[in-house]
């Protein structure tokens, strides 16, 4: 014998004014819908069928300037980006670099980048790489921190040598110092 599940079912305004059970599922005879209920809310809430679906395809572009406007004004944390940079700083062979910087606040980024000054590893000169790794470690970071109101950036090596990926296969290639520049930036 076929055993039959029926839920509970009324018209629109006799789902509308309706609360039903958290997880209880009510059918609206007027729309031909389901409706969700969570012990909470009156008339609980309606699934969309099927023909009530805009099937049409997204694009992006069809989205309108005002409204990236307005998403980038209410997700921007700082109303004015200031950097500062370091000029191409020599690949040191010490365990760690330390740079000073002339502002006075924590930033809210660090970074470091490697810039090619001879061609090795596929790159080319002033090519810029920041995706790079140091001994064990991918995409070193900076360790920055004020001290007596002036901003440090601390750089670790270790005295582990720096890879970075070929340019054309991606292996992992060891640089040679002297054929590349460090430079870190800070944004505030």
Not at 139 to 144: F, R
């Amino acid at each position: 014998m076929t055993r039959i599940l029926q839920i509970r079912r009324g018209t629109s305004a006799q789902n509308d004014n309706f609360t039903g059970l958290n997880g209880e599922i009510t059918m609206d005879t007027t729309n031909k819908t389901v409706r969700i209920h969570d012990g909470e809310t009156l008339g609980g809430f309606a699934l969309a069928r099927h023909d009530e679906i805009d099937t049409e395809p997204f694009d992006i572009n069809d989205v309108s300037a005002d409204f990236w406007t307005a998403l980038f004004a209410t997700y921007q944390t700082h109303s004015v980006i200031h950097s500062e940079s370091t000029g191409l700083l020599s690949v040191p062979s010490a365990n760690f670099m330390d740079i000073t910087f002339t502002c006075t606040q924590m930033p809210f980024r660090a970074e470091i980048i490697l810039v090619c000054q001879s061609p090795e590893a596929g790159y080319s000169i002033d090519d810029e790489v920041r995706a790079f790794g140091v001994g064990n470690y991918a995409n070193p970071g900076i360790n920055t921190y004020l001290s007596n109101g002036v901003l440090h950036g601390r750089f670790f090596l270790g005295g582990q040598p720096i890879w970075v990926l070929h340019k054309i296969d991606g292996t992992q290639t060891n640089i040679t110092n002297n054929k590349w520049k460090l430079k870190m930036i800070v944004y505030y």
